[in-house]
């Protein structure tokens, strides 16, 4: 391990670098859940927490967890004690990934534990790296948060990756057995709360030229596999008139999806589409595109889906073609809570002494404070609100960029951050002793 001492922003920065080494690419970042890199990443941070002074586990699900009891001693996690606040974000990517979504907020939340390690708290306090917030691989997101927070759902063991490899298989190849997945949910009366830093993947905080914002809602999400099948068919020998061309209905679809969430204030994207047979001769028979939908509100997000539903069927049907949807993945909308908000909001004004009221895309700004903002991106937080209360503390990133290599926060913002995340953590723990 190099230079910077644990606990500060360089630190930080380098252990961030250090686990862009755990990828299935070469030439790039992506680290998919129950795969070799996850394991070595986990065996990585595993070594920090030890350092921090946190004794590590790894739960039914991957993911891995650091603790220490409220007295500074490391403590094994599951074991009996007192509830626990807990830190953290998630250690898998996306495919050609930045480096700090999910990474950062773990290896920032080791800082914290370990810039705490001698101070005596009214409660244990944890970090966790989860092992699946992204989706990437089962197309389900948030895997990981949703085992820790008792949401397993049996319906999703058949789902398969991209190599027809299912969740169940996965999981037996990673070691794991899946009739102890439920060992992994997380009992609220142990929790005190689950904090998480995070880059905040979009320009609000740049263009307020702020370093930090805390988080009031995370966006409800849905993802869609959409499948349009027509004839494979000869195409110098079939005339238009003949034709059930599976790819032109999804792009219709594709164009109609745009212009439809684009008349609300939802975002709806296609990111993946997939042909068959894909021949530069055939015309395609067979078209399959994913749909990630988000909303600030269940209704708008529902809403939008209901109208893309019916662009499809009306496509569908003018084209001669099928269409069949899968969701496979529903997760709602999150209000962070209040009192998590105000520790977050409290732990920023101490870390940069902020003292003029500011809220951006129309948050709430509780009290004299600093920028509230929502994220329309998908977190961790948006499972564990089932068992905990929970709160978010955005970083900003250069031009707002994220899902992409050049994702990049700066150190001195980060120092700012540990410092801020620091005094979120006491300010918590302040409350906690005020209400005993
Ligand atoms: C996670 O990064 C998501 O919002 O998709
Ligand atoms: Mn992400
Ligand atoms: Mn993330």
Redesign the pocket.
Known sequence: MNGAGIGTAEWVMERCDDLTRHSSRADALERVYLSPEHSAANMAVRAWMLDAGLDTETDAAGNLWGRRAADGTPQRPGTPGEPALVLGS?LD??PD?GRY??MLGVVLAIAVAHRLRDVPLPFALEVVGFSD??GTRFGKALLGSCAASGQWDSAWWDQADADGVTLREAFLQFGLAPDRVGDAARDPADLVGYLEAHIE?GPVLESANLPLGYVTSIAGARRFVVTFTGEARHAGGTPFSRRRDALVAAAHLVTRIEELARATDCLATVGDIRVEPGAVNVIPGLAELTLDLRGRTDDGRDALWEQISAAGHDIAQERGVKLEVVETHRAPSTACAERMQAAVAAGIREATGTTSATSAAGAAAPSNSVLGLWSP??HDGMAMDAVTDVGMLFLRCRDGI??HPDEHVEADDVGVALDAFTEAVLALAREQEEAR
């Open positions: 998630h990517t996306v990934a979504d999910g917030e992204e993947q991106a998908g994220s899902h």
